[in-house]
């Protein structure tokens, strides 16, 4: 069974720092990569950050780019998206997805995603 489990999110004051982690289980984690996306009450789900799992390519939106870094532990299965300097618009639930790595972030940039975490709250305040 696929399963990923998000955690790290919090109540941070703005400038504060978060890490948030993917725990993936049920597939080959080297074929895939690991988006975080997220979703505030109201507006649509937006992918904010991915990496292969394999060759290690990385993406980044630009309203993070500079203030979030995505790592993976193979080892481990798992994936990292630590958030620094917060801002209260990063405020909403992130969800990590899974999709096969073809060399191509479409599945990031449309969110078709073959497997979704259940979500993990950051909450910034000013």
């Known amino acids: 069974e696929v399963q990923l489990v998000e955690s790290g999110g919090a109540l941070v004051q703005a400038g504060g720092s978060l890490r948030l982690s993917c725990a993936a289980s049920?597939?080959?984690?080297?074929?895939?990569?690991i988006g975080w996306f997220r979703q505030a009450p109201g507006k649509e789900r937006e992918g904010v950050s991915g990496i292969s799992n394999r060759g290690g390519f990385t993406y980044y939106d630009d309203s993070v780019k500079g203030r979030f870094t995505i790592s993976s532990d193979n080892a481990k299965n798992t994936v990292y998206l630590q958030m620094n300097r917060l801002k209260p618009e990063d405020t909403s639930s992130y969800y990590c997805?899974?999709?096969?790595?073809?060399?191509?972030?479409?599945?990031?940039?449309?969110?078709?995603?073959?497997?979704w975490g259940q979500g993990t709250q950051v909450t910034v305040s000013t």
């Open positions: 049920g597939f080959t984690f080297d074929d895939y990569a």
């Open positions: 997805a899974a999709f096969r790595w073809s060399r191509s972030w479409a599945p990031l940039f449309l969110a078709e995603c073959d497997n």
